[in-house]
């Protein structure tokens, strides 16, 4: 069992996402999307820093060098935060005007993966799962997504998780983290609003896959055959991502959103923060992108 969620990060952004806990620094990294901005974020002290885009951020990693790689609406950049400067890394994103960037992680492979999204109401299956390299090209490695979300990998990196928020399912892959190469695809769960549309993910040090229920208020902990181990309780009608965090990855955040009914947010008026427990179990460390 874990322990209640506190909140650590009051800042009730419209679309809080990405949480990555930096080793380095001992902090964890968070975007609003909708709000345009990157937080830097103390597990004990709260918020740090944030810094503004001109575009929606959509998801985040480390990097070697200790910049950021950002996803942002229709192109990946790094971003240093000690200077805040910006260095265009893949600009080619030539999906319709109404689609953009959306979940994004550096895998095994020291690649960052990034899918994408179809922001009309319809939510048509046009969006892809790119990967791109410290060169600043890019490949598509699937395609057919409403919504691109949910990319985590197992401790071993042998193993890739992915979901669709609006099939809604997760699927599985076997994963090479050598080349990035992915294959035997496999659908390991059918989710709906009540069980909890998959948004976020993480893998924990057991290779199980957590996943933010953002419609249901729950983080879902499935086993790699997306048999359901765990159904927990958070404090917000609307989680977008849990992320192991702490010096031995036994803490674990989850962001949320502030787009629920009035009545919803007026029950959880914390919505748009970051919140932090203790886990019942350790998480599997994530990579730094290679070369950058």
């Not at 069980?195 to 993910?201: A, E, I, Q, Y």
């Amino acid at each position: 069992m874990m322990e209640p969620f506190r909140c650590i990060a009051d800042l009730r952004g419209e679309l809080m996402e990405s949480p990555v806990w930096d080793d380095r620094r001992q902090t964890l990294f968070a975007c609003d999307i909708e709000g345009r901005r990157i937080y830097e974020i103390d597990l004990d002290r709260g918020p740090l820093r944030e810094w503004s885009f001109d575009s929606k951020v959509a998801s985040l990693g480390l990097t070697e060098s200790g910049r950021l790689v950002v996803a942002l609406s229709r192109e990946v950049v790094l971003f240093d935060p000690e200077t805040g400067s910006q260095e265009a890394l893949w600009s080619a994103f030539d999906e319709p005007a109404t689609s953009r960037l959306n979940d994004g992680k550096v895998g095994p492979d020291g690649a960052f993966w990034v899918g994408s999204m179809d922001g009309r109401p319809e939510r048509e299956p046009i969006s892809r799962l790119y990967r791109v390299t410290g060169d600043g090209n890019a490949s598509v490695k699937a395609d057919g997504f409403r919504i691109s979300n949910g990319l985590a990998w197992t401790a071993d990196g042998r193993t890739m998780f992915h979901t669709d928020s609006r099939g809604p399912w997760i699927d599985r892959y076997d994963f090479d983290p050598e080349t990035g190469g992915v294959s035997g695809r496999k659908r390991i769960r059918d989710l709906d609003e009540q069980s909890g549309r998959p948004d976020g993910g993480a893998c924990d040090a057991g290779g199980a896959y957590w996943s933010a229920g953002v419609s249901a208020g729950v983080l879902n902990r499935f086993d790699r055959d997306g048999n359901l181990l765990e159904k927990i309780p958070v404090p917000v009608p609307a989680p977008t991502m849990p992320c192991f965090c702490g010096p031995d990855l036994t803490l674990l955040a989850i962001t949320s959103h502030r787009q629920v009914p009035g009545a919803a947010l007026d029950a959880a008026p914390l919505s748009g923060g970051v919140f932090l427990a203790a886990a019942s179990v350790a998480g599997a460390a994530v990579h730094r992108m290679r070369g950058v």
